[in-house]
């Protein structure tokens, strides 16, 4: 899936649980100074942020398939090189990386296997490969309650909990599916805050992701439906919530 979006839509719809995972989700992959990593699936530069400031600029390289996102990272991190490219085509040479990571992305990725192989080809024997996705099937994720409130005004919507790697254990099937060793998951847990129920929702009306498509695709009055569906499943804001990711990685 290419999210042919806004950036600053993007940004505002998951940035709010993606900056927080960006630090532990690097520690996990053991990120650090004098390595050359690359950020596969980089999206608008939230991870590729982090992985800079531990490595500089330099020796972080991002590769993602859409346009708008890559210039939007360009313009974030002038510093970093940005390739336009599909995971399951990485365009680098063999063993060209310490470490390759992908946030938040193998679950839009068209061959989660093919991706994964490719982030292997391009890192070093005994380097890391490392992922993560939204523990969507165990209702852990940032989108839960949302899809909760989608399924109670359209039971039969299908929502993100059997995309690739969103329950337990199946990123390690896939790494290890792909020739990584080694491979271990864990869990990481990360908060959002917001002031207004507004501050939440209106995210989601900007057509960014799956969820955002079904929004788009609502009639208004099956939108303000879903609205008020959504404001009751809340807490009374401002409110904090939760979300845990699945992390997994493996050496080449």
Not at 68 to 72: L, N, Q
Not at 166 to 179: N, Q
Not at 181 to 188: R, S
Not at 209 to 218: F, K, N
């Given at each position: 899936m290419?999210?042919?979006?806004?950036?600053a839509?993007?940004?505002?719809?998951m940035?709010?649980f993606s900056?927080?995972l960006a630090?532990?989700?690097?520690?996990f992959?053991?990120?650090?100074?004098?390595q050359?990593?690359l950020?596969?699936g980089?999206g608008?530069?939230?991870?590729?942020t982090?992985?800079?400031r531990?490595?500089g600029?330099?020796?972080?390289?991002?590769?993602?398939?859409?346009p708008?996102?890559?210039?939007?990272l360009?313009q974030?991190?002038?510093?970093?090189?940005?390739?336009?490219?599909?995971a399951?085509?990485?365009?680098?040479?063999?063993?060209?990386?310490d470490?390759?990571?992908?946030q938040?992305?193998?679950?839009?990725?068209?061959?989660?296997?093919?991706?994964l192989?490719?982030m292997?080809?391009?890192?070093?024997?005994?380097g890391v490969v490392a992922v993560?996705v939204?523990?969507?099937?165990?209702?852990?994720?940032p989108?839960?309650?949302y899809?909760?409130?989608?399924?109670?005004?359209?039971?039969g919507?299908?929502d993100?909990s059997?995309?690739?790697g969103?329950?337990?254990?199946?990123?390690?099937?896939?790494?290890?599916?792909?020739?990584l060793?080694?491979?271990?998951?864990?869990?990481?847990t990360?908060?959002a805050?917001?002031?207004t129920?507004d501050e939440?929702w209106?995210?989601?009306?900007?057509g960014v992701?799956?969820?955002?498509?079904?929004?788009?695709?609502?009639?208004a009055?099956?939108?303000s439906?879903?609205c008020e569906?959504?404001?009751r499943?809340l807490?009374?804001a401002?409110?904090?919530?939760?979300a845990?990711a699945?992390?997994?990685?493996?050496t080449?």
């Open positions: 290419t999210f042919v979006v806004d950036p839509a993007y940004d505002r719809f940035g709010p900056r927080p630090a532990p989700f690097a520690d992959a053991g990120v650090g100074a004098g050359r990593v950020d596969v980089a608008t530069g939230i991870l590729s982090e992985l800079a531990r490595l600029e330099s020796s972080t390289t991002a590769v993602d398939p859409s708008p996102f890559a210039a939007a360009e974030r991190l002038p510093g970093v090189t940005v390739f336009r490219a599909a399951e085509a990485l365009p680098f040479e063999d063993s060209g990386f470490a390759a990571l992908a938040l992305v193998v679950h839009f990725m068209s061959d989660p296997v093919a991706g192989t490719e292997a080809r391009v890192t070093r024997p005994g993560s939204w523990d969507h099937a165990g209702g852990r994720g989108l839960s309650i899809w909760d409130a989608v399924r109670e005004l359209d039971p919507a299908d993100e059997g995309l690739a969103a329950r337990a254990g199946h990123l390690t099937e896939l790494l290890s599916e792909a020739g060793q080694q491979v271990e998951e864990t869990a990481l990360v908060a805050q917001y002031a129920f939440w209106e995210p989601y009306t900007l992701g799956p969820a955002g498509g079904y929004v788009a695709g609502l009639p009055e099956r939108r439906e879903l569906l959504c404001r499943h807490p009374e401002p409110f904090e919530l939760t845990v699945w992390a997994a990685r493996g080449a």
